[in-house]
């Protein structure tokens, strides 16, 4: 076995390119990902983030650059990688007639490291109805299946586009758990969504794609320092919008009433709490900010390829 890559990381890559005739997939993509660490991979439908995961998976060949997984170049050691990774895809295909256990059966019994006590934790975990065949099945029942199979291998890392598409808010919390106990064990977890405050669950760092580049890697409490900070005052009396405005920092939103403003601050609180301090104030709420707002602001909501 080669192991003259880097094995520090889980996944590394180096200006890998992907392109499709006269399009790029994904364009000059570099990225270190830590051993036990959970990485977002965030970005619209279209930025490139399948492209990049199946190249990972050695299911695409790169058109330049380079891949390394747990310390091996991809395209050399695609058998070592597939036996030490599991991957979810974004869109899978399963046979209709069959029902989820038959399938899960089925597919199991394929794979070497096929743990029928796991199969069975995770089934109950994500409420798997096992008689139901999967051609009847809703796209969040068949994202369950899928989640179950990804996840009942014990595997040092795991690749998973976008894992949380279709499950309700009670099966995301449980998916959110199953991950946390994989991280416990020194598991790697790369994730893919365009479902930002999913991801700000998990993850400790995110890369965003935009039209096949990876134009950011942020830790997502560096993110959230950088954003601009919404706050709604109400004073005990009419709220001093025109001295607000003159407040340095401070961006008035909406007058909500003669009492209440809404506004945001760019920067150093302290000048807005100096100002404040001249006032009655009645309540003072500043909500933390939503990743997918910081999102917005930084990088735009478009999809540009």
Known sequence: ?????????AVKTTALTKSFGSSRGISGVSVEIHRGEVFGLLGPN????????????????????SAQVLGEEVSRNSKFIRSRVSYLPGEFALWPTLTAGETLQRLGGLRADHHAERVAELSSRFNVDMDRPLGQMSRGNKQKVGLV???????D???????TGGLDPIMQQHFREVVAT????????????????EVEHLAERVGVL??????????VDSLRSRAALPITVTFAGGA???????????????SESEAT????????????????????????????????EIFLEFYGSGDPS
Do not use: Q
């Open 1 to 9: 076995m080669n192991m003259s890559g880097d094995g520090r990381f």
């Open 46 to 65: 279209g930025a490139g983030k399948t492209t990049l995961l199946r190249c990972l998976m050695d299911l695409i060949h790169p058109t330049s650059g």
């Open 149 to 155: 199979l990804a996840l009942s291998p014990v595997m």
């Open 157 to 163: 890392v795991y690749i998973l586009d976008e894992p």
């Open 182 to 197: 994989e991280v416990e064990r020194g598991a790697t977890i790369l994730l893919s969504s365009h479902v930002l405050h």
């Open 210 to 219: 935009r039209a096949g580049e990876l134009v950011a890697v942020e830790r």
């Open 240 to 254: 001093p919008v025109e001295l607000l405005r003159a407040v340095p920092d401070v961006e008035i939103l909406t």
């Open 261 to 292: 403003v809404s506004l945001r601050v760019r920067g150093a609180i302290d000048p807005l709490l100096k100002f404040l301090a001249g006032y009655e104030v009645l309540s003072l709420v500043a909500p933390e900010a939503e990743l997918e």
